[in-house]
């Protein structure tokens, strides 16, 4: 491999390992004090009731930022299907190369949906959240194509139905940031109580919107997969 | 502390070999390497919703969405019938001088070799479909000769079993037979049936009833055929021949797997 060195490639790589020494000495350095402590730490939790301070600002106060990284992923699902969707091939074959690679990609498809629904469904009291489930759900379901063939699951659920529930939960996610003004209150805020904090169902509407988001990322990830696929005729 | 500083250690050295790699696959993996790592960086910052994420992103999907992507452009697919000491099967590998240099040719692209055994009459047809990228097995050029063979590597001669080529002057003499080499039945083309013909190497490897061999005396060579839309990949594969001959690394394999 030949790599031509550009000064200007030098100074962006000085400028990033600059960056990141800088980064690290700080990291030693700067110890939280009191104020951002009770900023960061504990107030999220006393105002939104999810333990997971990521979840309580990405679904709660800035909830307005991840409604609209959900419309940026169904833009780049429509791209996806807009560009590689004219010219598809019906018959995929499996990758049925190696038994043992058939075998173990089924037996790894339970353990996804299972990950995929814990990490949704505890996204408030865990790390983990709707994005991730949904991307680890569509990757099983890659696994499940790669071991039967992807007729196998097209054949339970048509390409219809998955458009149908992308943009249905779609639809629902933004009806639901509309919920709070059919009760007086500003767009994009939490209606629902906020429960018993460390409770599964706590939180206020961050579990529901960690239900929807999955599901909107799973159908999206699986019709992106998808269509690589079926454009290329082989997994 | 000293694991912290391991694994961002590791990071740009994963990094460098990740991007100097010239298989893809093996590129795809340390890149997936790569982002595990930076997983287990994010965890060790207390920030394991990222490290979930990474994990999740870069080091699953992004990894199998570039192992989709490659597994067509990623291999050098080979198209031959078995010419005993060119490319042959031994056991369930394939050796000879031409796999040999195929196989490094592949790897002097990046790419992993792949052959598939086909009849003899199939092979061009096949790499014209663009169903192969190369042709190869015993090749012989024919008199007028198409743009996308290779200059012949090593020179051989034509041998008809089984009576006289049909008239006069006719068709010039080119290999012959029907399906695949490994199962032609010399002996029962003794008298009946189409004659055959037959290369050098295949000739010297089958045992052929008495009387019935004409030798064409023409010059005649063996060369790798490529897909006409291919151009790109002839230059190389010619360049690369060009290259083995000039380093004398061509005439070494000959005696290795031919004389």
């Known amino acids: ?235 | 502390m000293i694991a912290r500083y391991a694994v961002l250690a590791m990071l740009p050295v994963v990094a460098f070999v990740a991007l100097t790699q010239r298989r893809r696959l093996a590129a795809i993996i340390g890149m997936g390497l790569f982002s595990f790592l930076l997983a287990v960086a994010y965890l060790q910052l207390h920030a394991p919703d990222v490290a979930l994420t990474e994990a999740i992103i870069g080091a699953a999907l992004t990894t199998a969405i570039y192992v989709l992507a490659i597994r067509r452009t990623g291999r050098l697919a080979v198209v031959a019938d078995e010419a005993p000491g060119l490319l042959a099967r031994e056991g369930d590998r394939v050796v000879g001088l031409e796999h040999e240099i195929l196989e490094r040719f592949a790897k002097h692209l990046g790419l992993d070799l792949s052959v598939e055994l086909v009849p003899y009459q199939e092979v061009a047809e096949q790499v014209r479909r663009g169903e192969a990228d190369i042709g190869a097995g015993g090749l012989v050029l024919p008199p007028d000769v198409p743009d996308l063979f290779t200059r012949p590597y090593l020179e051989t001669a034509l041998f008809t079993i089984g009576g006289a080529e049909t008239g006069e002057g006719a068709a010039p003499p080119m290999v012959r037979y029907d399906g695949y080499f490994a199962e032609l039945e010399i002996e029962r083309l003794d008298g009946a049936g189409r004659p055959i013909t037959l290369d050098l190497a295949r000739f010297l490897s089958v045992r052929v009833p008495d009387e019935a061999v004409v030798r064409h005396p023409e010059r005649r060579g063996y060369s790798f055929v490529v897909g006409q839309r291919r151009s790109e990949l002839h230059t190389e594969l010619e360049a690369y021949l060009d290259h083995l001959r000039e380093t004398g690394e061509l005439d070494r394999l000959i005696r290795r797997y031919v004389v």
Not at chain 1, 17 to 35: F, M, Q, S, T, W
Not at chain 1, 160 to 171: N, S
Not at chain 1, 178 to 201: I, N, S, W, Y
């Open chain 1, 1 to 235: 491999m030949r790599f031509r060195v550009r000064p200007l490639s030098v100074l962006t790589v000085v400028a990033a390992c600059a960056v990141v020494a800088i980064v690290l000495l700080g990291y030693h350095a700067n110890r939280p004090d009191e104020a951002p402590y009770s900023t960061y730490v504990v107030r999220p939790v006393e105002e939104t009731g999810a333990v997971n301070r990521v979840a309580s600002i990405y679904l709660n106060y800035r909830l307005f930022d991840s409604v609209l990284e959900v419309l940026v992923f169904f833009v780049a699902v429509l791209g996806v299907r807009h560009y590689l969707g004219t010219r598809e091939r019906t018959a995929v074959p499996s990758l049925a190369e190696s038994e043992v690679v058939r075998t173990s990609s089924a037996l790894l498809f339970p353990l996804a949906v299972l990950l995929g629904v814990y990490l949704a469904a505890l996204g408030h009291l865990s790390p983990g959240g709707g994005f991730g489930a949904g991307v680890i759900v569509a990757s099983g379901a890659l696994l499940v194509s790669i071991s039967l063939g992807m007729d196998a699951i097209e054949r339970r659920f048509s390409l219809g139905t998955i458009e149908w529930v992308e943009q249905g939960a779609l639809f629902l996610l933004l009806a639901a940031t509309l919920l709070p003004l059919a009760f007086g209150r500003a767009a994009l805020t939490d209606v629902l109580p906020k429960g018993r904090t460390g409770q599964v169902v706590s939180g206020g509407m961050i579990p529901v919107y960690n239900a929807l988001v999955g599901v909107k990322v799973l159908a999206g990830s699986w019709l992106i997969l998808r269509s690589f696929v079926r454009h290329r005729g082989e997994i």
